[in-house]
């Protein structure tokens, strides 16, 4: 899949799951819930043990969804989570080593930003889509449509804080899509075998992406 693709496909949904997880068992379960609620990108953080054996596990048994790699730091365990087959890679900061390696492999690549200089920078690196963390704690939604004035046509996936409540407010924001954690990913509703509230969630983010973006 070429980075253009990944963009469109990402962009098309508009959500990426960042699954966090204390076990590779705990990520998978929540995997697998959100994409029966038809959500079809998920975001492996390396915090969670055994990830990229995960994420090699997900692009042999989902090709139907696109695997990519978050929290990812260092040109090597870029190369490693490309290797395994993740088709995206997201770093919470701007870090070179990993947009070139990304770049070397024709892989899209989303590192994190916060301030416009920070995003200058991130574009002169030859990057083509932005990564705003932590948004909420700058102002959510209003901080997107800040940064769009001098930035119209950059594409955007703010993080942190978001909540499937506020999910539509990002949307009309702008953004290209938005990252989701906790409040999507529910664990403790994986442990506690209520798998289905999940994909419940899941279902109703995506019908809340299409009517914001109506």
């Not at 963390?133 to 700058?138: C, G, N």
Request: proline share 5%.
């Amino acid at each position: 899949m070429t980075k253009a693709e990944t963009i469109s496909r990402i962009s098309r949904t508009g959500v990426l799951p960042v699954v966090r997880a204390g076990s590779a068992e705990d990520a998978r379960g929540a995997i697998d819930a959100i994409c029966e609620g038809g959500i079809d990108t998920v975001e492996i953080t390396l915090t969670i043990p055994n990830a990229v054996a995960l994420i090699a596990q997900l692009a042999r048994e989902r090709p139907d969804v696109l695997v990519g790699a978050g929290t990812v730091m260092s040109a090597v365990d870029a190369q490693r989570c490309i290797d395994a087959g993740a088709t995206f890679i997201i770093s919470p900061a701007t870090v070179p080593e990993v947009i070139r390696v990304c770049a070397e492999n024709e892989t899209l690549v989303i590192p994190g930003v916060l301030t416009p200089t920070e995003i200058t920078t991130a574009l002169e690196l030859g990057v083509d889509v932005v990564k705003v963390f932590p948004v909420s704690a700058v102002g959510g939604a209003d901080y997107i449509r800040s940064l769009r004035a001098p930035f119209p046509d950059l594409k955007l996936v703010p993080t942190g804080g978001i909540t499937t409540h506020t999910v539509g407010e990002y949307i009309t924001a702008g953004v290209m899509a938005v990252g989701l954690g906790s409040d999507l990913v529910d664990l403790s509703a994986i442990r506690d075998r209520r798998a289905s509230d999940v994909t419940a969630a899941a279902r109703r983010v995506l019908n809340t992406i299409v009517e914001a973006r109506q």
